[in-house]
């Protein structure tokens, strides 16, 4: 999974300690460029016929600087985790309860998150009113995974699931609003009753660690 940097934890607590002053909405406080290779850095759309490439924040303390208060909440139960189980369980419960899936009961395959950054429109473009497919430059995905899935949060601090489709070095999904993006991984996690589909086969499957 993308390493956390252990300086968000203490900037962070730092920043609830004075009252969530600290970082200002929308202005970045460290150098985004990206540190740790495998992971995404682009993403990409088409609105109108033309090719866009999003805004795309990768860095932890960025994408919190950036959330609103209801984001900021829901971004330190995993990013500010006591410790490594605390992490886990919280992952578990997200996924299942978001996208409705069963998490496998084999604790190697646990679901986790795999990867996470920030979206954005760049300026002066708007969000259709239908929303918009979103193709990740996601290296760790191969074409055929089913066990990839897009968690979105959103303004008010809840979290969508946006149905996924992996390619050989993407990740595909709808969306209609823009903000932090967890990549989790769950590997033969099972799809809910009734589900037929083959973008949520009964088991899922994929090559994620």
């Given at each position: 999974m993308k390493k956390k940097v252990l300086a968000v934890i203490a900037a962070m607590t730092m920043t609830?300690?004075?009252?969530?002053?600290?970082?200002?909405?929308?202005?970045?406080?460290?150098?985004?460029?990206?540190?740790?290779?495998?992971?995404a850095t682009t993403a990409t759309t088409t609105i109108g016929g033309v090719a866009v490439t999003l805004d795309f924040?990768?860095?932890?303390?960025?994408?919190?600087?950036?959330?609103?208060?209801?984001?900021?909440?829901?971004l330190l139960k995993y990013f500010d985790a006591e410790n490594e189980a605390a992490m886990n369980a919280y992952v578990k419960t997200l996924f299942e309860s978001?996208?409705?899936?069963?998490?496998?009961?084999?604790?190697?395959?646990?679901?986790?998150?795999?990867?996470?950054?920030?979206?954005?429109?760049?300026?002066?473009?708007?969000?259709?009113?239908?929303?918009?497919?979103?193709?990740?430059?996601?290296?760790?995905?191969?074409?055929?995974?089913?066990?990839?899935?897009?968690?979105h949060l959103k303004e008010d601090g809840t979290w969508e699931y946006i149905k996924t489709t992996a390619g050989n070095g993407t990740l595909t999904g709808r969306f209609t609003s823009l903000s932090p993006v967890y990549v989790i991984c769950a590997p033969d996690a099972k799809a809910p009753a009734g589900t037929t589909t083959a973008a949520t086969a009964a088991t899922a499957r994929c090559s994620c660690r």
């Open positions: 609830l300690s004075m009252g969530m002053t600290a970082f200002a909405a929308n202005s970045p406080v460290v150098d985004d460029t990206p540190d740790q290779e495998g992971y924040t990768w860095d932890e303390v960025n994408m919190y600087a950036q959330a609103t208060e209801a984001q900021r909440a829901e978001v996208t409705g899936y069963t998490a496998s009961a084999d604790a190697n395959k646990a679901p986790f998150v795999k990867d996470y950054f920030s979206l954005d429109l760049p300026a002066g473009v708007t969000m259709p009113a239908g929303g918009i497919d979103i193709t990740i430059e996601a290296p760790y995905a191969t074409a055929g995974d089913t066990a990839w899935f897009l968690l």
